[in-house]
């Protein structure tokens, strides 16, 4: 149930802003979302479309902010630079996760990560055309 007094976010991570609780219909919430020129409405229970899934769902925000380096327990930072040297990508978050160079200092007020690693793969369909997870195969 989408509530006034919190904030939050589409399934694809964008921050919205709700401006209505009222509007008339099926779709009473009333919000736009971030980098969007345009109005969006949901349902009570945020959905954008009451058929399917879909990428402007909303979700409650948590706070789920990265600890930042200077806060890190030793393991962490020692796990951090031990993929820096293997040569692992690593993430700095400044406006947006962004690569670390290499030769640079990790600073105490930055938050860091390993990036994530992308899985692409393919999956064969049954007869029935549902997918077979079980021959799913990762390139």
């Given at each position: 149930?989408?509530?006034k007094g919190?904030?939050?976010q ?7 802003t709700i401006?209505k609780?009222?509007?008339a ?5 009333l919000?736009?979302?971030?980098d969007?020129?345009t109005y ?17 769902d ?8 990265p600890?930042?380096f ?6 962490d ?14 993430q ?18 930055v938050?860091?990560?390993i ?8 999956v064969?369909v049954d ?13």
């Amino acid at each position: 149930m989408i509530t006034k007094g919190k904030q939050y976010q589409t399934r694809n991570g964008r921050a919205v802003t709700i401006t209505k609780f009222d509007c008339a219909g099926d779709f009473p919430i009333l919000g736009q979302v971030e980098d969007r020129n345009t109005y969006y409405q949901w349902t009570n229970e945020g959905r954008n479309n009451t058929f399917m899934k879909d990428p402007l769902d909303l979700f409650e925000v948590h706070d789920t902010a990265p600890l930042l380096f200077g806060d890190l327990c030793d393991a962490d930072k020692g796990a951090l630079l031990l993929a820096l040297h293997e040569g692992d990508e690593v993430q700095m978050l400044t406006y947006c996760w962004q690569v670390k160079t290499p030769n640079t200092v990790f600073n105490d007020d930055v938050a860091y990560r390993i990036a994530p690693t992308r899985i692409a793969g393919t999956v064969e369909v049954d007869a029935d055309g549902q997918p077979d997870f079980e021959t799913w195969v990762t390139t």
